[in-house]
């Protein structure tokens, strides 16, 4: 196990952690790698990603491209985990947004309802600021 990685057996089973997308999944399933990102061009995705907090599940859900509304699962790992590189290091040194992704399934273990999404003039902001950084492929 690298030194960024958490085992899935060490404190970090502990923590609750999230996934937010439009996915419609049920407690059971799994979330796994090789299936079309969520997010930027929705290349093949190498890893699933989850979180530690709920805002963050929040901003997965209301940016996650596809159909249907927004929902937000907790999740098990089934492997180690790391830190997400595309939050952390120098955009937000420490890990604030509790932010990791795993070469390993997440477990769905139950869905957050009743969750309030941030205003849409925000949610909007970020959709026109996620375009500005990452061509879109026309898909």
Not at 63 to 89: K, Q
Request: charged share 25%.
């Amino acid at each position: 196990m690298r030194s960024e990685e958490k085992a899935a057996t060490d404190a970090a089973c502990s923590q609750r952690f999230y996934h937010g997308t439009r996915a419609d999944l049920k407690p059971g399933d799994l979330i796994e790698p090789g299936y079309r990102s969520n997010f930027g061009k929705r290349n093949k995705a190498g890893y699933v990603y989850l979180t530690g907090t709920l805002d963050a599940a929040i901003w997965g859900a209301e940016l996650a491209r596809g159909e249907g509304p927004g929902r937000i699962y907790t999740v098990e790992p089934a492997g180690p985990i790391a830190d997400d590189p595309n939050l952390t290091d120098t955009k937000f040194p420490g890990n604030p947004t509790q932010s990791y992704r795993s070469l390993e399934p997440l477990r769905v273990t139950g869905e957050c309802t009743g969750w309030h999404g941030h205003p849409p003039e925000m949610v909007q902001a970020m959709k026109d600021r996620i375009m500005h950084l990452e061509p879109l492929d026309g898909s």
